[in-house]
């Protein structure tokens, strides 16, 4: 059964770069039938997409972040990660790990991570 | 961006209620719609996807149904444990958008 889990700094100061980390465990990240995700939730509010990358590192990322926003994987350590630059208070969030699970052309996320929250504060 | 509005964004009801949520797409999705529920302080739980197919593990009284942009989760009889929020999210196309959630609650 495939488990992801966030790891990450919980504070971070106002313009500098949030950089999060989703280990990936009881499957592949290379495997090469998903993409893996991250969403995010602001305190108290809805869910929002972030962007997603497969293993060939072909990414999709939200366009209302994409200038601050890089994605990545790495193969070896079974991981995925999140960079998101120039951050300010708007940035505070919990932020999900999930899996891009599919059949055919339908697609939906499952499993996500716990959730790891992010503050933006000096 | 396609736009998924939820209604009602609260309900409040008793075991055994039936309840249905509706969601509905700014524009055609097809049947790329999936719905999710959340418990305070955990994770989002995948309930049903491509608008109608029940996930694996999630009881039956959860279904999906569709209706042109419109889409509806129905909990057939409500338990204990379905006090949450629900989320509805469109796979059409990206930005993958969701819902602002429904929040049922225990009358």
Same mark, same amino acid.
């Given at each position: !059964? $495939?488990?992801?889990?966030?790891?990450?700094? *919980?504070? $971070?100061?106002?313009?500098?770069?949030? %950089?999060?980390?989703?280990?990936?465990? =009881?499957?592949?990240?290379?495997? =090469?039938?998903?993409?893996?995700?991250?969403?995010?939730?602001?305190?108290?509010?809805?869910?929002? &997409?972030?962007?997603?990358?497969?293993?060939?590192?072909?990414?999709?990322?939200?366009?209302?972040?994409?200038?601050?926003? #890089?994605? %990545?994987?790495?193969?070896?350590?079974?991981?995925?990660?999140?960079?998101?630059?120039?951050?300010? @208070?708007?940035?505070? @969030?919990?932020?999900?790990?999930?899996?891009?699970?599919?059949?055919?052309?339908?697609? &939906?996320?499952?499993?996500?991570?716990?959730? +790891?929250?992010?503050? $933006? #504060?000096? | 961006?396609?736009?998924?509005?939820? /209604?009602?964004?609260?309900? /409040? @009801? %008793?075991? =055994?209620?039936?309840?249905?949520?509706?969601?509905?797409?700014? !524009?055609?999705? #097809? %049947?790329?719609?999936?719905?999710?529920?959340?418990?305070? *302080?955990?994770?989002?739980?995948?309930?049903?996807? @491509?608008?109608?197919?029940? !996930? #694996?593990?999630?009881?039956?009284?959860?279904?999906?149904?569709?209706? =042109? +942009?419109?889409?509806?989760?129905?909990?057939?009889?409500?338990?204990?444990?379905?006090?949450?929020?629900?989320?509805?999210?469109?796979?059409?196309?990206?930005?993958? +958008?969701?819902?602002?959630?429904?929040? $049922?609650?225990?009358?």
């Amino acid at each position: !059964q $495939v488990q992801l889990q966030e790891s990450g700094p *919980g504070l $971070v100061k106002p313009s500098q770069t949030l %950089s999060l980390t989703c280990t990936v465990s =009881g499957g592949s990240i290379s495997s =090469g039938d998903y993409y893996w995700s991250w969403i995010r939730q602001h305190p108290g509010k809805g869910l929002e &997409w972030v962007g997603y990358i497969d293993y060939s590192v072909s990414t999709n990322y939200n366009p209302s972040l994409k200038s601050r926003l #890089s994605i %990545s994987v790495d193969t070896s350590e079974n991981q995925f990660s999140l960079k998101l630059s120039s951050v300010t @208070a708007a940035d505070t @969030a919990v932020y999900y790990c999930a899996r891009v699970s599919s059949s055919g052309y339908y697609n &939906w996320f499952d499993p996500w991570g716990q959730g +790891t929250l992010v503050t $933006v #504060s000096s | 961006d396609i736009q998924m509005t939820q /209604s009602p964004s609260s309900l /409040s @009801a %008793s075991v =055994g209620d039936r309840v249905t949520i509706t969601c509905r797409a700014s !524009q055609s999705i #097809s %049947s790329y719609l999936n719905w999710y529920q959340q418990k305070p *302080g955990k994770a989002p739980n995948l309930l049903i996807y @491509a608008a109608s197919s029940l !996930q #694996s593990g999630v009881p039956s009284r959860f279904s999906g149904s569709a209706s =042109g +942009t419109d889409f509806t989760l129905t909990i057939s009889c409500l338990q204990p444990e379905d006090f949450a929020t629900y989320y509805c999210q469109q796979s059409y196309s990206t930005p993958y +958008t969701f819902g602002q959630g429904t929040k $049922v609650e225990i009358k």
